[in-house]
């Protein structure tokens, strides 16, 4: 294979960006091509029909348009409901966020309770307590769907009394008080919220975001299928939104604190008829 093409990732907007940023500090010589739905945004609400007609979209256009080595489903919703059906169809590494960030989560906990929060898809797919439990099944996990969280980090809303007040309303003391010491944000737009979601939950309560440890795993698939990227030459990022191109590189600029190249695109193309991929 080879191996100077790029990974792609993938999210319903801006969450899957947390992912990202880790990958670039971990992985520095690799060039990534974000596509995030904003368009379409927020997934979780959405039935699992109509995720994984929209995650295939975004996959076929990276497909013909990229050419990418390796996927990484950087959103939790569109993993539980696509992982499985993208790995036994595309002939690349495909990699998702949900067990990444499960196994961060066991090895953090010593009480041996975990919650997580996440889209309503994620949390009613059971996806997490499927991996935590394939881990460790003696492990207690606690679970809660925020809706209203995706909407507040599409807003760019990151902080403010506003915005805490709905993060502690959502939260409630479910997390306080119940022997939850690590708290999974199941959803890769949460990190965004994460200093308000802290603040809720309490100082004594680990925040797991799935991007450190599903970073690791790209790391480790590159190497182990050989797909290291060895030009030397600097690689050049690039983001595709299907929203409006400026909204994006305004938030994305400031949560990521570096200028981007980004560009809209319509996914009305890439259908499958067309590529027969999936
Ligand atoms: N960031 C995505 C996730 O991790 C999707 C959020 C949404 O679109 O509802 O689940």
Redesign the pocket.
Known sequence: MENNRPIGVI???L??LSVVMEMIRQLPNEQMIYLGDSER?????RDAEEVRKFTQEMVDFLWIEHDIKMLVIA???ATAFMLEDLRKILPIPVLG?IHPGARAAIKKTTTKQIGVI??SG?IASQAYEKALHGIDHTVLIKSLACPEF?VLAEKGCFSGEDGQEIVSNVLGTTFQDAGVDTLILG???YPLLAPMIQHAVGEHVHLISSGEETAREVSTLLHYHQLERNSRQQPHHFYYTTGSATAFQQLAERWMGAPISVAQVSLQHYVKEQTGLL
């Open positions: 999210d319903s907007g969450g899957g945004c927020p997934y979780g609400p959103c939790n919703t966020v996440g889209t994620t995706v959803c890769t737009h």
